[in-house]
């Protein structure tokens, strides 16, 4: 058996991009912060992330049935906070427009957003691999990418 604090330990060695996943709903805006997002095909075009089965969040992105990637820069590490909590309105005093396809929120100051229907969600140990097909997406300014590593926040320097 695999020690989950082991376990944690040698994969905070990997770092990763943060993402806040977003979706418009019938209640209004909703998103979650997800360091664990990757492109899955080109042909067709698909991403895909993964979200925890005890996510708040995530069973209404899933409900929405649509979601947008936002790729933070490396200075939102306040909105990574903000997403990565639970019980609060995310989205107060953040700025945000509506993507062209969906209509899902893309937040303000993000380097990059995806826009995606959700074609399939796989359950896969205490998480869901979400599967997205993307219809639109854009490079939104240049600029470095928001990194997780060893438990902390840093940035990116070529």
């Known amino acids: 058996m695999i020690d989950k604090a082991r376990f944690r330990q040698v994969l905070g060695h990997f770092p990763t991009g943060v ?5 418009t709903t019938p209640d209004g805006p909703a998103g979650m912060a997800v360091g664990s997002f990757f492109s899955v095909s080109l042909d067709p075009p698909l991403v ?3 979200a925890g089965k005890a996510s708040t ?18 200075d939102q ?3 990574s906070r903000v997403f990565a909590s639970s019980g609060t309105d995310k989205f107060a005093g953040l700025g945000y427009r509506a993507s062209p396809y969906s209509g899902a929120p893309v937040l ?6 995806i826009d995606c229907d959700l ?9 869901w691999i979400v599967i997205g097909r993307v219809h ?3 490079v939104a300014h240049e600029g470095g990418p928001l990194i997780f590593f060893r438990g902390g926040y840093g940035r990116y320097t070529p």
């Open 48 to 50: 895909a992330f993964c």
């Open 136 to 138: 639109d997406l854009e």
């Open 77 to 79: 590490e306040d909105v």
């Open 57 to 74: 969040s995530y069973p209404k992105i899933e409900a929405a049935g649509h979601f947008v990637v936002n790729v933070l820069a490396d």
């Open 108 to 113: 303000a100051g993000s380097l990059a957003w």
């Open 19 to 23: 993402t806040v996943i977003t979706a």
């Open 119 to 127: 074609e399939v969600a796989h359950e896969a140990g205490d998480h």
